[in-house]
């Protein structure tokens, strides 16, 4: 099983890590026929507006875009952003591939950054976990066709439908590695 981690920008590298330390080979995509070996893509955090600017000019948005109608993706922090359906202010051209709406900078400035418990329902269990939230975006609404899988306070905080997760913190920042695994298996029942 090969996992792609979008790397042209933003905190692609400890994905690589974590999908390592999880026995996966991790392939850096930096254009579209990098995508090709690839059974799931994550999309890591970094600047929306930035990624969404790179990935148009080497044609990966609509190779992603149909990447995803086969296999999973998983969006974290930006990467939630790219994926949602609808970003409410600072016009930002997403994939369109999950039905929330999400909000950016959404917690304020990057002083308003900030690592607390988050509680996650994965595989029937129940976890709390540490969710590191750098310059975060809010998942502002869910549509009924997604599964909320992890909460802050009243905040959604990981999503779920279909083939794609999406988490508003950085699961890669922290040492539980659950999120993760949870996506793997996901791939692993998509193949
Ligand atoms: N603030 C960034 C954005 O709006 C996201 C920050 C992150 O990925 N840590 O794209």
Redesign the pocket.
């Known amino acids: 099983m090969k996992i792609g981690v979008l790397a042209l920008q933003?905190?692609f590298y400890l994905h690589i890590k974590r999908l390592q330390e999880l026995g996966v080979t991790a392939v850096e995509v930096r254009k579209p026929e990098e995508l090709q070996d690839c059974q799931g893509l994550i999309l890591?955090?970094?600047?929306?507006?930035?990624?969404v600017k790179l990935m148009k000019n080497i044609g990966l948005f609509d190779a992603i875009k149909d990447f995803a109608k086969k296999y999973p993706l998983f969006g974290?922090?930006?990467?939630?952003?790219l994926v949602s359906k609808e970003v409410t202010n600072?016009q930002?051209e997403s994939l369109n591939l999950i039905n929330i709406v999400t909000e950016?900078?959404a917690y304020g400035r990057q002083i308003d950054?900030f690592v607390d418990l988050v509680k996650v329902e994965l595989m029937e269990r129940q976890f709390e976990i540490e969710g590191v939230?750098?310059?975060?975006?809010k998942i502002i609404k869910a549509e009924d066709s997604v599964r909320v899988l992890g909460v802050h306070g009243d905040e959604i905080v990981l999503v779920e439908e279909g083939n794609v997760l999406a988490a508003t913190f950085?699961p890669e920042l922290s040492e539980e590695k659950i999120i993760h695994e949870y996506f793997l298996e996901k791939v692993k029942a998509s193949i």
């Open positions: 933003g905190d890591p955090g970094g600047e929306s507006t930035t990624l974290t922090c930006a990467g939630c952003i600072q930002v950016r900078n950054s939230f750098i310059r975060a975006p950085h």
